[in-house]
């Protein structure tokens, strides 16, 4: 089955600096990604996601990249604010009858002023 | 427009009980499936549902159920529970079985097994 590898664990930076995540997937069949961002107390809720016919995606401050061949995905968040703090997670996914999200292990992002 | 709704958010139980977790889905949404997240971890697929069928299913134990109503509201039944079972149970929606769409999260119900 799939396998998400996720990192780092923890990241903190000064509001207004760039945050990266990065992930890896192990079944190259996968073909949607999507970052889910949870808050303390909440469910998670997606910000951003690609599909594998798409090197790139970019929302306002937020960006993924998607590399197919190295099986590798990142999460770009720019111009970084305190409502950014949280635990990020990213996920894979192959598309079909019974499609499950497989999660990474999350990676707790601290905006400090 | 109704986001996901589960009940209850709290709740505690002892070894060896049987519970049972309540996820009405969003409106519009057919396909419902549950993950289970212990603390500091992603969350884990359980199984998913799809027009009242389980069309999928995660690495749980068959102590692991669930039903999907005529509604879409779906419910999870743990039996025999295990301290292990501690953790925030997610329900999820979307619309279609099998096609990639956005997944919309409840905000979980948290179980402690004593």
């Known amino acids: 089955g799939e396998n998400v590898e996720q990192h780092p664990s923890t990241l903190s930076v000064q509001e207004g600096d760039s945050a990266v995540i990065k992930c890896t997937y192990s079944?190259?069949?996968?073909?949607?990604f999507p970052w889910y961002k949870q808050e303390l107390g909440k469910g998670p809720q997606l910000i951003i996601d690609i599909r594998s016919n798409v090197g790139e995606k970019k929302d306002q401050r937020i960006a993924v990249t998607l590399n197919k061949t190295a099986k590798h995905f990142s999460l770009h968040i720019t111009e970084t604010q305190p409502e950014d703090s949280a635990v990020h997670f990213c996920?894979?996914?192959?598309?079909?009858?019974?499609?499950?999200?497989?999660f990474g292990t999350g990676t707790r992002l601290q905006v400090t002023l | 427009e109704t986001g996901v709704t589960q009940s209850p958010t709290h709740l505690i139980k002892t070894r060896g009980q049987q519970v049972t977790l309540r996820c009405s889905s969003q409106?519009?949404?057919?396909?419902v499936s549950w993950y289970q997240q212990a603390l500091g971890q992603g969350p884990q697929f359980i199984f998913q549902?799809?027009?009242?069928?389980?069309?999928g299913r995660g690495n749980f134990p068959p102590r692991f159920s669930g039903l999907q109503f005529p509604n879409y509201s779906s419910e999870l039944n743990v039996n025999a529970l295990e301290l292990d079972d501690s953790a925030l149970y997610l329900c999820?929606?979307?619309?279609?079985?099998?096609?990639?769409?956005?997944?919309?999260f409840g905000e979980g119900s948290r179980l402690t097994v004593l």
């Open positions: 079944d190259s069949a996968s073909n949607y």
């Open positions: 996920a894979a996914i192959l598309t079909g009858t019974a499609s499950k999200l497989t």
């Open positions: 409106s519009g949404h057919n396909t």
């Open positions: 999820a929606s979307r619309q279609g079985g099998g096609h990639t769409g956005e997944l919309f």
């Open positions: 549902y799809y027009r009242e069928e389980e069309n």
